[in-house]
Nanobody, 123 residues
Framework: QVQLVESGGGLVQTGGSLRLSCAAS????????MGWFRQAPGKEREFLVA????????MYTDSVKGRFIVSRDAAKRVVYLQMNGLKPEDTAVYYC????????????????WGQGTQVTVSS
């Protein structure tokens, strides 16, 4: 069992920044992908970013590339999401996610989810 614990959400004004953290514990695989989804009210859960063990290869959706940056602490199985230039449309619950191996990051393929952390961007 892999457990994911998130932190770092909050309320910011338009143009502000937040940094989310997600720590994995339990029996993690050598080949692993961790990343972030978000879900706005009434919307489907949306994939944002991912990063891979080993090696640190990253993947971004075009909609957030240039504003959001995913990084990792390789030894600790911790992922971060640096969010810059936040907009009201970024308001959502942000979920950390993990799967063994490397492949498409979809709601169906994800094996472990974080508890979710609220990000609210005010105008």
């Amino acid at each position: 069992q892999v457990q994911l614990v998130e932190s770092g959400g909050g309320l910011v004004q338009t143009g502000g920044s937040l940094r989310l953290s997600c720590a994995a514990s339990g029996r993690t695989a050598n080949s692993l992908a961790m990343g972030w989804f978000r879900q706005a009210p009434g919307k489907e859960r949306e994939f944002l970013v991912a990063i891979r063990w080993p090696g640190g290869t990253t993947m971004y959706t075009d909609s957030v590339k240039g504003r959001f940056i995913v990084s990792r602490d390789a030894a600790k199985r911790v992922v971060y999401l640096q969010m810059n230039g936040l907009k009201p449309e970024d308001t959502a619950v942000y979920y950390c996610a993990a799967r063994a191996g490397w492949g498409p990051m979809t709601t169906e393929s994800i094996e472990s989810w974080g508890q979710g952390t609220q990000v609210t961007v005010s105008s």
